[in-house]
């Protein structure tokens, strides 16, 4: 196989792997009552936890009034909690809520199974590879994603 002819088939599996992320977090979405959007800001708030308002709109590119109605139907849906911040009476910190709706717990405790089992298909070398693909990947795609809701 020439370089050209693997390149085009890794932008192939690249392009598909995409596809597959975005319609596996639709139809959880869909299941959770959630956009994609509110989702993936539910995946950050997780990760961050707690967040402000203010650090959430910079990760996500969401102006701030976009943020509040996003947190609010989080917070409906029992997927996140506010509360105080101890350090600034003023702000809001939002976290996950300590024990999420059951359709989210079932549909990602599913994938990590799943994932869990192709992942100990592989050594520790191959692990490493995979590790450090994915963390290129994410940093590629958080700089363009910068780049274009940078732009006017």
Do not use: K
Not at 9 to 38: I, P, Q
């Amino acid at each position: 196989m020439s370089a050209g002819e693997r390149e085009g088939s890794a932008a192939d599996w690249g392009r598909r792997l995409s596809t597959a992320v975005v319609l596996f977090h639709e139809a959880v979405g869909a299941r959770m009552g959630l956009s994609a959007v509110d989702q993936r800001a539910l995946a950050l708030i997780t990760r961050e936890a707690p967040v402000t308002a203010s650090r959430l709109a910079r990760l996500t590119g969401l102006t701030p009034g976009a943020i509040t109605g996003l947190v609010d139907r989080l917070e409906r849906a029992g997927h996140v909690r506010r509360s105080p911040d101890p350090g600034d009476r003023r702000r809001v910190l939002i976290s996950p809520a300590p024990r999420p709706p059951s359709a989210t717990r079932d549909a990602f405790e599913a994938l990590g199974r799943d994932m869990a089992a192709v992942m100990a298909r592989y050594d520790e070398r191959e692990l490493a590879v995979i590790a450090d693909y994915v963390r290129n990947t994410v940093e590629v795609l958080e700089r363009q994603t910068r780049r274009l809701n940078d732009q006017p």
